[in-house]
């Protein structure tokens, strides 16, 4: 599995497209995997860091200490970027449709419901439609979105991660983050 | 766009409100709506309470709901789930698209089907609204090699499914391996294919992802059936190309390149017609015969995106038969499974096989076969010895082909042409010696001219009648039956003395159970010596017993009989089945010899599922005395063993039964046939009630004779009834079976009352309705 990320991270850096396609898969299972196993492992109330866990897998997949500022770095984050999306999403659609009275035996989920309310479930979705507007207008906005809002990550990590300086980052953030409300508030 | 974003950050840049408000308005002097777009964003970024400012984290409930995402991903997890109408039962398959269920659909119709579950990651939204935009198309096709999609939705957590009939085979290249098809046989095979892919061309549907997993073959009886899935889904789920990374994304979503056509590795999806798919079909012909695809799967999976473009947009594959001896280790497997050496492989395809594929295969789509249709035709032609079409047609090459088709007749024909010349020189001598040489030259090249141009218009004749019939084809699989019906009988007309225009004819009369029309062409195409060990010639005994046949029915009968006496093929249970049938000895093959062979067959066979026989004598074992319970066996369509040439079980036990009967074993043929008939996977098991009730006749047990006879007319009205009101539906046992039980059933009443069963109405109406069809569209 080690040796599969590498060098798909690799072939990513010598231009193959077609890896980055290969890539997502893998960085997604092994997103969920992780998600999972914390959970089973640590008691209910434990909150997961969405950072913290891309990290994780990060080390667990590609590992390698010396590899901080490998290149590479920046095609894992984006692509855990866009599974942390979709995960999310996928979770938030979920629990959407149960909550309109979908599945019985998932209801025990619904009770604990303190923090992820209904609102919130609804917002991520409606910015998560909002986004993939942005995408359409303009990727490397959207990208940005994902690496700050799905993976938690800091302007200057991102910065680092999109190649680009961290003024320019921040701009971009201030235009997007208004560009999404206005779209969300919109579709209201 | 740029000027909004500039604006914005511009504005954003002056932190007095009413300075920044001026400059807004300066910027936008003459653009109203840029102003308000430019405000909304400005007002949108000072509002509170913005769900981007608190990244997204995942509390206990989050996370569970992923674990529980990541469980659901578990197939044990669907078993026993329901999605619409559809509860999920087993899962058979899992691929780049996602999960394919064995479902229960209980509304309206109550039956199995598979249902395929997209991974996430997909627009449900967008797949949803594609397929509805093809619906309409994909439900119109209506052919036997086709999978019908049903349905389409969305599941409960947001991803979209496709519904469609339940199909469990094999791809088209791991059958063909599997059974060690030769050259012939894949090729036959793949006309079918061509065939459901011509069909819904003319219905307006484009495949887009033909490829050998999409092709699935099952046997039905020993027929191989193919059945092509997945009309109308990769559209769906294939975006407009447009975009690398959605482009990208839909790479991994088909899993494969390699059959994809240049036009396609193009990114303007919006560009794909029929010949994309013509293209395709030309990897599957090219990978069917020599065991690899045009470009090495290693190679195109390595390759990065734009390498990859260029591969399948640039670069010219190998011919198949130049491919062949790049294979290496390989060709040792390639040349066992198609039951050939690697010199008979190579030089079967050198030629036209090469001519075919490599047309097919065109960079050029303008100069590929214009349909799918066209590409199986030239198949056909080459199956039959007859100029294809893809070559540059040269005068020698079609006399070659001619002379391939035809030794006997050109060597005659060159004898009376020599003949002629010799006998014109004589006779002129003798006319006049005045006539100088130079004027023999001339009159025998004339006459030599004109022979030439005979031949020439044979062969056209040929090709001519080829076309005919499979245009028959196309309108009778479309429900066109006086379209058909002209089409066989121009192609008959042309070409009287070759056997293929009428048995192609029969199969329509077949399909039209117009039994006797059939039989006077099956008996026509027997007389012209056509070979009768292909798989069209099952049942037509019992067609000719049923139809008075009686001349025509012994010659077949000595064709099979000579089958089912040759000992180097395993088995023959089809021969053998149509020589039991009758009640009449044969003159080459004894009753006693037909029973030694099917028991001999028989215990070759394995034990059927869950049947065990220990204490019977004839209990299946293998040669080597074990009873074969070591490996796992692998099973067909209907779930019975797969084993080979050989047919289901219950049916091989039906056919040794008879054997029995017409031997005399009445004990034996009772006990085989009670154990054939309660094999409910059996869909005509009625078959055996008329042979059962002559065994119990002679066994001296009125009663249960009686009661047989009775169960088998009973069956026989049904299915007659089920026929006249769903002439369309594709019955589950061929159609052979019918017709046996007609005759078996007549030979019943006949030995227990002395006389013939009352008649069946429901044949006359059944055989007015098909000469309506013929008729109706004649006005």
């Known amino acids: 599995m080690n040796g599969e990320v590498t060098r798909i991270l690799s072939a990513i850096e010598d231009g193959n497209r077609q890896a980055a396609s290969q890539l997502l898969p893998l960085v997604y299972d092994e997103l969920r995997r992780l998600a999972a196993s914390k959970m089973s492992q640590e008691k209910s109330d434990q909150t997961l860091q969405p950072t913290a866990l891309v990290h994780e897998a990060f080390l667990r997949l590609v590992g390698g200490e010396d590899r901080k500022n490998w290149d590479g770095r920046g095609h894992f984050f984006a692509a855990a970027a866009e599974a942390m999306r979709r995960i999310l999403i996928d979770a938030a659609r979920r629990r959407s449709a149960e909550k309109r009275g979908g599945k019985l035996q998932r209801c025990e989920l619904l009770e604990e419901d303190a923090v992820l309310n209904v609102d919130d479930t609804e917002t991520m979705l409606s910015l998560d439609e909002a986004l993939t507007k942005l995408a359409a207008t303009d990727a490397s906005l959207a990208k940005l979105v994902e690496l700050r809002y799905f993976t938690g990550l800091t302007i200057e990590e991102t910065a680092e991660v999109l190649g680009v300086s961290p003024r320019t980052t921040k701009r971009n953030w201030a235009y997007a983050r208004a560009w999404l409300r206005r779209e969300m508030d919109d579709s209201e | 766009m740029q000027s909004e974003k500039t604006l914005f950050l511009d504005a954003l840049d002056e932190e007095d409100p009413v300075v920044r408000q001026r400059l807004v308005e300066l910027a936008c002097r003459d653009d109203d709506e840029l102003r308000q777009r430019v405000e909304a964003l400005l007002a949108a970024h000072v509002l509170p309470a913005n769900p981007l400012d608190r990244p997204v984290g995942m509390n206990s409930v989050a996370g569970r709901a992923i674990a529980s995402a990541a469980e659901s991903f578990r197939p044990t997890q669907h078993i026993g789930m329901t999605i619409g109408s559809y509860r999920l039962m087993e899962q058979i398959g899992e691929g780049g698209f996602g999960l394919v269920f064995v479902a229960q659909q209980e509304q309206p119709v109550r039956r199995k089907v598979a249902l395929k ?27 036997p090699n086709i999978a019908q999609v049903f349905d389409a939705g969305v599941t409960e957590d947001g991803r979209p499914y496709f519904v469609m009939e339940l199909v469990r085979g094999v791809p088209i290249t791991e059958f063909a391996d599997s059974h060690l098809l030769d050259v012939r046989g894949r090729l036959e095979l793949f006309t079918h294919v061509c065939s459901a892919v011509q069909h819904a061309h003319q219905k307006g549907v484009i495949h887009r992802d ?43 979503m088909i899993g494969t390149p390699l059959y994809m056509s240049p036009e396609q590795a193009e990114m303007n999806g919006l560009d794909v017609d029929t010949r994309s798919d013509v293209y395709s079909l030309g990897v599957m012909l090219y990978e069917l015969l020599t065991g690899a695809t045009p470009f090495d799967r290693e190679r195109l999976d390595s390759a990065n995106f734009d390498e990859l473009r260029r591969i399948i947009r640039d670069e010219e594959p190998l011919r198949p038969s130049a491919r062949l001896t790049t294979l290496g280790a390989q060709m040792t497997t390639v040349v066992r499974t198609r039951r050939t050496s690697q010199d008979r492989l190579a030089t079967s395809i050198r030629g036209d096989l090469d001519w075919i594929v490599m047309k097919a295969l065109d960079k050029d789509r303008t100069r590929r076969y214009e349909s799918a249709s066209a590409m199986s035709q030239d198949v056909l032609r080459f199956l039959n010895d007859q100029p294809i079409e893809a070559r ?71 090709t001519q009648a080829n076309l005919l019939i499979a245009s028959g084809q196309s309108h009778a699989d479309s429900g066109r039956w006086q379209s058909a019906n002209e089409d066989y009988a121009r192609a008959v007309r042309m070409q009287p003395s070759y056997f293929l225009p009428w048995m192609q004819r029969a199969q329509l009369f077949i399909r039209l159970k117009l039994w006797n029309e059939a039989a006077d062409d099956f008996r026509i195409a027997l007389d012209l010596g056509a070979p009768t060990d292909s798989p069209q010639w099952a049942g037509v005994s019992a067609l000719l017993l049923w139809t008075g046949e009686a001349q025509a029915y012994r010659n077949l009968a000595s064709k099979n009989a000579a089958r089912v006496m040759q000992t180097d093929s395993p088995f023959a249970w089809d021969a053998l089945r149509g020589l039991v049938i009758a009640p009449d000895t044969h003159q080459t093959i004894t009753a006693q010899q037909c029973v030694e062979r099917a028991d001999g067959w028989l215990r070759q066979l394995d034990t059927p599922l869950g049947k065990p026989r220990n204490d019977d004598p004839r209990r299946p074992r293998r040669p080597d005395g074990t009873d074969g319970t070591g490996g796992p066996p692998r099973h067909d369509v209907l779930g019975f063993r797969e084993l080979g040439d050989s047919l289901p079980i219950p049916v091989c036990q039906y056919i040794t039964a008879i054997a029995h009967l017409r031997a005399g074993d009445y004990p034996i043929a009772i006990e085989l046939l009670e154990d054939a008939g309660s094999d409910d996977r059996w869909p005509f098991f009625e078959l055996v009630y008329a042979p059962l009730a002559m065994a119990h006749h002679q066994a001296g047990n009125p009663d249960d004779a009686l009661a047989a006879l009775e169960l088998s007319y009973l069956a026989l009205e049904s299915v007659a009834r089920e026929l006249i009101n769903q002439p369309n539906v594709v019955q589950d046992s061929p159609w052979f079976d019918f017709v046996e039980t007609l005759v078996l059933n007549r030979e019943a009443a006949i030995l227990i009352h002395g006389h013939a069963p009352r008649p069946l109405v429901e044949l006359e109406t059944l055989r007015q309705q098909s000469l309506e069809k013929l008729a109706l569209e004649e006005m």
Do not use: C
């Not at chain 2, 991974?119 to 449900?124: F, L, Q």
């Not at chain 2, 027929?223 to 990769?234: E, M, Y």
């Not at chain 2, 082909?401 to 014109?424: D, E, P, Q, Y």
């Not at chain 2, 006319?431 to 056209?460: G, H, P, Y």
């Open chain 2, 117 to 143: 579950i997209i991974k996430p990651g997909t627009d449900s939204k967008e797949v949803i609204a594609r397929f509805e935009a093809e619906r309409q198309a994909v439900a119109m096709m209506d052919h």
């Open chain 2, 210 to 252: 033909l490829k050998p997993s999409n092709v699935m073959v099952t046997l039905h009886d020993d027929k191989a059936v193919v059945k092509v899935i997945d009309f109308g889904v990769a559209k769906a789920i294939g975006q407009s190309l447009t975009d690398t990374t959605i482009y990208t994304r839909f790479f991994s």
């Open chain 2, 392 to 462: 540059p047609p040269s005068r020698v090459y079609q006399l070659v082909k001619l002379a391939r088709r035809n030794r006997v007749a050109i060597g005659t024909a060159l004898l009376i042409a020599l003949t002629m010349m010799v006998g014109t020189l004589a006779s002129l001598w003798q006319m006049s010696i005045a006539i100088t040489e130079r004027n023999q030259k001339v009159i025998a090249l004339e006459e030599a001219t004109e022979a030439r141009q005979e031949i020439e218009q044979f062969a056209d004749k040929i």
